[in-house]
Structures are given as C-alpha cells and as structure tokens.
C-alpha cells in the first residue's frame, strides 16, 4: 500500500509541477483535484509502515553471468548439433547420389556431346531435308535427356530418403 501510495503521490506532484510551470493560467479545479490527492497519498506514504522483509542475498553478479554465458553456450552447441546433422545428411545425400548415378552421369555428359552436334548440324544444313533430318535426332536426343533427368531426379529423392534413415538410425543409438 505504502509502494502504491508514494507512487500516486509523486505522479501527481510531478504533473502539478509541470502543470503550474507551463500553463500560463491554472484554473481552481485542477487544485482542488490535485492538493487533496497529494495530502491523501502523503499521510499514507508517511505514517504506514513497510513490510518486514526477510533479505534474501541475491547471487552475485560472478555467478549469474556465469549461468547467463552457459546457457549461451549450451543454446549455441545445440544449434550447432543441428547444424551439423544437417550438413552430415546433406552430405551423405551427395555421396550416394554420386556413387548411384554415376552411369547417368556419363550418359547425359555423351547425350549432350550429340546434342552439340546435332546443333550444329541443323544451323549449318543447307536444305530442308537435312534440317528436318537434324530437328529429329534433336527431339531424340532431348527426349532421352528429359528421361534420363527423370531418372537421376528419382535416385536423388531415394538418396535423401537414405539419408535421413542412415542420420535417424545414427540419432537413435546414441
């Protein structure tokens, strides 16, 4: 009560004084409102007693930056740990995939080989005959890349999935 008391008596103080000190004419209200608050709260503020408190040592600040910096730390190595596991299931995907469509690999690399000069085929053909010759083996030859694309786009989703089984089966044991 005595906290709440004071607290009233110096917010209407504080606004009294501003009030007289900025306004030029203060009219008998707001005296009237604020001499009887400002008496109330300071008889109370005055004459009532605070509570007794048992003092209770506080930490020092020593330890309390201590246990602050290792919850930082502990925070930290715990979004490392994820961090980490991350980076290991992302890796393990690019190694199995590597190591799965290695045959894709080269055939795309030799699709593309074709692709280049059936290209140049078609922009050097000087009649229709080999240029429709030469649209053709490209349609081919795209349409084996899109498949084989397909295919590699597959392993790679399998190889995630690997992944995330290998990195919840490595969790699970520790």
Same mark, same amino acid.
């Given at each position: 009560?005595? $906290?709440k008391?004071? &607290? @009233?008596?110096?917010?209407? =103080?504080l606004l009294?004084?501003?009030?007289?000190?900025? /306004?030029?004419? @203060? !009219?008998?209200?707001?005296?009237? @409102?604020?001499?009887?608050? +400002? /008496? $109330?709260? !300071?008889?109370?503020?005055?004459?009532?007693? =605070?509570?007794?408190?048992?003092?209770v040592? #506080? #930490?020092?600040?020593?330890?309390?930056?201590?246990?602050?910096v290792?919850?930082?730390?502990?925070? &930290? !190595?715990?979004?490392?740990?994820? @961090?980490?596991n991350?980076?290991?299931?992302?890796?393990r995907?690019? %190694?199995?995939?590597?190591?799965?469509?290695?045959?894709?690999?080269?055939a %795309? !690399?030799?699709?593309? +080989?074709?692709? /280049?000069e059936?290209?140049?085929?078609?922009?050097? =053909?000087?009649?229709e005959e080999?240029?429709?010759? =030469?649209?053709?083996?490209?349609?081919?030859?795209? %349409?084996?890349?899109?498949?084989?694309?397909?295919?590699?786009?597959?392993?790679?989703?399998?190889? %995630?999935?690997?992944?995330?089984?290998?990195?919840?089966?490595?969790?699970?044991?520790?």
């Amino acid at each position: 009560m005595r $906290i709440k008391a004071a &607290f @009233v008596f110096f917010l209407t =103080a504080l606004l009294y004084g501003v009030t007289l000190a900025s /306004v030029s004419y @203060v !009219g008998v209200y707001l005296t009237y @409102v604020a001499l009887p608050i +400002l /008496v $109330i709260s !300071g008889y109370i503020m005055v004459f009532t007693r =605070a509570k007794a408190k048992v003092e209770v040592k #506080p #930490p020092s600040l020593l330890v309390e930056s201590m246990g602050a910096v290792s919850g930082l730390l502990g925070d &930290f !190595g715990d979004a490392m740990d994820g @961090v980490s596991n991350d980076l290991a299931r992302i890796n393990r995907k690019n %190694e199995l995939q590597k190591q799965r469509t290695e045959k894709e690999r080269a055939a %795309e !690399g030799q699709l593309r +080989l074709r692709r /280049v000069e059936w290209d140049v085929h078609l922009r050097y =053909a000087n009649s229709e005959e080999e240029k429709l010759r =030469a649209r053709t083996e490209l349609a081919a030859v795209d %349409e084996q890349l899109a498949t084989l694309r397909e295919a590699m786009r597959a392993i790679e989703k399998q190889c %995630e999935i690997d992944a995330i089984q290998e990195l919840h089966a490595r969790l699970s044991k520790t």
